[in-house]
C-alpha cells in the first residue's frame, strides 16, 4: 500500500503534507503534490495534515478519483517528473 494525493490537491499546493513527511517522498508537480510509490513508507503522517482532504491510502481513494492512482506512478517515469517542494511564498 502506499498514499496517494488526488484531485483536491489541483491548483492547491499546501506543503503542510511536505512538512510531516519522515521520508520525503512528497514532490511537486505542475499542478499538484505527488506521492512517490516507491518511497512512501505508508506511514500515514500526511494524511491528516492535508486542509483539503487529497490524501488516501491507496486502497481508500475515492472511486471518482481512481485514476489519481495510476497517474502518481507513471508522473515519476516520464521526462519531466516532479522536483523537490518549493517554499511557498507569501505568508
Keep these: 500500500m502506499t498514499y496517494v494525493i488526488a484531485e483536491p490537491c ?9 512538512d510531516v513527511c519522515p521520508v520525503d517522498c ?5 499542478d499538484m503534490l505527488y506521492i512517490h510509490p516507491e518511497e ?16 488516501f491510502p491507496e ?4 472511486e471518482e478519483w481512481t485514476s489519481y492512482i495510476e497517474k502518481n506512478k507513471v508522473v515519476f517515469e516520464g521526462d ?11 505568508g
Excluded at 10 to 18: F, S
Excluded at 59 to 62: L, N, S
Design 80 to 90: 519531466n517528473p516532479p522536483g523537490p517542494p518549493q517554499p511557498q511564498r507569501g
Design 59 to 62: 486502497e481508500d481513494v475515492p
Design 40 to 55: 512512501c513508507i505508508d506511514c500515514g503522517a500526511c494524511e491528516p495534515e492535508c486542509p483539503v482532504t487529497a490524501i
Design 26 to 30: 512528497i514532490y511537486e508537480g505542475e
Design 10 to 18: 489541483i491548483g492547491v499546493k499546501d506543503r503542510a503534507c511536505v
